[in-house]
């Protein structure tokens, strides 16, 4: 292959290719003119494979990878996008908006394995906003809770744990991979126009059960009541005391700063 993969300065989000796909990491990959995004971990690039070894991949049709910041210096339209055959997912915390954003736009979607991000991420970092403050406190113990701490790299169950929990490890037709070859094989591969297709369906699906979601929680909320049935003071405060039973205070609160967990200090 005489593909191109650049080295990212951040959590990326693309196929044959890396950049910045609106909030997220990636790289987009194309047969043609690929783009892919970059949006976050701190990573030395060393996850990346060199550009000498990509001469080493098995021949076939050539592959691209940009970064989306790369492709698009002066920033991109959702049309754009969608130009790119695929996006390879290198994310830099545990969930980012951009994914959902693809994913309804029906792209083929290659992300690492969950062994491989692990992996990536005990010995690269490479989810560097996924720990804020290394001094911060477990969270609070409840009966169906993990005692794995979410704020290690040292502990592999625990880090594990945590980032099965990742969006793109629960949604169907995402694409994993477990080596940067393993990568370029399935991409070869892989029937994208399929692939998007039965993205399409699952988006399909997922819409039908947010509305029916949406529509559950509204009549519970409203009490079966039609929209605009429910007659209310047109006053605030009577309004307030109608509907809850007590008027918020109008006083600012305060804003004084009690905790500092970059610091790990809490208040």
């Given amino acids: 292959s005489d593909g191109k993969m650049t080295e990212s300065e951040g959590g990326n989000e693309s196929g044959v290719g ?7 990491g990636g790289w987009h990959a194309g047969h043609e003119s690929p783009s ?32 989306t910041e790369d492709a698009y210096p002066t920033g ?21 908006m951009s994914f959902f954003e693809l994913y309804r736009m029906n792209l083929p979607l290659f992300a690492p394995s969950l062994e491989l991000l692990v ?35 040292a502990d592999a169950a625990a880090v594990r744990h945590w980032l099965a929990l990742c969006d793109f490890y629960h949604f169907p037709h995402v694409t ?17 126009a399929a692939i998007s297709a039965r993205m399409a369906g699952a988006n399909v699906r997922l819409l039908g059960d947010l509305r029916g979601t949406w529509r559950r929680l509204v009549e519970r909320m409203f009490g079966g009541a039609a929209p605009g ?24 609160p305060s804003c004084a700063r009690e905790s500092r967990p970059e610091l790990g200090e809490w208040g």
């Fill in 229 to 252: 049935a429910r007659r209310v003071p047109a006053d605030y405060e009577a309004a307030m005391r109608s509907l809850y039973g007590h008027v918020p205070s109008a006083a600012e």
């Fill in 76 to 96: 991109f339209e959702y049309a754009d996008l969608v130009q790119h055959p695929a996006v390879v997912l290198l994310p830099y915390t545990k969930s980012v």
């Fill in 18 to 24: 890396g950049g910045r796909a609106s909030g997220g």
């Fill in 176 to 192: 994993y991979f477990e080596s940067w070859d393993d990568l370029i094989r399935k991409l070869r591969a892989a029937d994208l």
């Fill in 119 to 153: 992996a990536w991420e005990r010995e690269h970092g490479l989810l560097s906003e996924r720990i804020y403050w290394r001094r911060a406190p477990r969270p609070t113990a409840y009966p169906n809770t993990t005692d794995l701490s979410p704020n290690t790299r």
């Fill in 36 to 67: 892919g995004g970059g949006d976050g971990a701190q990573s030395n690039g060393s996850v990346f494979p060199s550009p000498a070894r990509l001469r080493f991949f098995p021949p076939g049709a050539p592959l691209r990878f940009v970064r």
